[in-house]
């Protein structure tokens, strides 16, 4: 089983659509859950954070953690071309600055104009 | 976010020359930081971890004699690539980790393209 599970995709959703990205990890210790943005030839940037069980908005995203189910989500409300990107998931085991992330292998989003 | 930066941004050398990469957290202090590669369509691989005044942790199959690491300051570090080959043409990225907000938030660096010719 790998340590973080997300669905490859890729996913595609059509512009002002809900788009829903799952993320799955074996680690119940895990404790700190970041999600970042990747566009083709970028490196990732950080668009999420959450560390409580269930939701957090910021803006157009909405980040929901489960513990209990050891699941971890990323919605984007009113999608736009401009978030076509790989989305990579990525679980930390403790809240110290040495914690290593484990990143997941990305879901691919594309949003259609 | 937070601002990490990373120079050069790309880079053309010669095989068997060497290149070094820096890597600076510019607004605020990073304990720990990070060195990844990544190849073309592939997932980030972390090469190492390196502590500031510490010796770098290396991951398994990388070459600490190959990929050199120092983590001198809490805003600086570098990675030098030491006798370059084809197959170490990569995309480099350094991440920079430290108490920010309330958390512990990791942020990568724009990411330098090595290649080797």
């Known amino acids: 089983q790998k340590e973080v599970e997300q669905n490859s995709g890729p996913l595609s959703v059509p512009e002002g659509a809900i788009a829903s990205l799952n993320c799955t990890y074996s680690d119940r210790g895990s404790q700190s859950f970041f999600w970042y943005r990747q566009y083709s030839g970028k490196s990732p940037e950080l668009i999420m954070s959450i560390y409580s069980n269930g939701d957090k908005e910021d803006g157009r995203f909405t980040a929901q953690l489960n513990k209990a189910s050891q699941y971890v989500s990323l919605l984007i409300r009113d999608s736009q071309p401009s978030d076509s990107a790989t989305y990579l998931c990525?679980?930390?085991?403790?809240?110290?600055?040495?914690?290593?992330?484990?990143f997941g292998e990305g879901t691919q989003l594309t949003v259609n104009p | 976010g937070a601002v990490v930066s990373q120079h050069p941004s790309r880079v053309i050398c010669k095989s068997g020359t060497s290149v070094k990469i820096e890597c600076r957290s510019l607004?605020?202090?990073?304990?720990?930081m990070f060195w990844y590669r990544q190849f073309p369509k592939k997932s980030l691989m972390l090469m190492a971890t390196?502590?500031?005044?510490?010796?770098?942790?290396?991951e398994q199959g990388v070459e600490k004699d190959k990929f050199l690491i120092n983590h001198a300051s809490l805003t600086l570090s570098t990675l030098t690539v030491t006798s370059a080959h084809p197959e170490d043409s990569s995309f480099y990225i350094c991440s920079a980790r430290g108490e920010r907000g309330g958390g512990y938030e990791q942020y990568f660096g724009p990411g330098t393209r090595l290649t080797v010719t």
């Open positions: 990525a679980p930390s085991r403790r809240e110290t600055s040495g914690s290593r992330l484990t």
């Open positions: 607004d605020f202090q990073a304990t720990t």
């Open positions: 390196s502590n500031e005044g510490s010796k770098a942790t290396y």
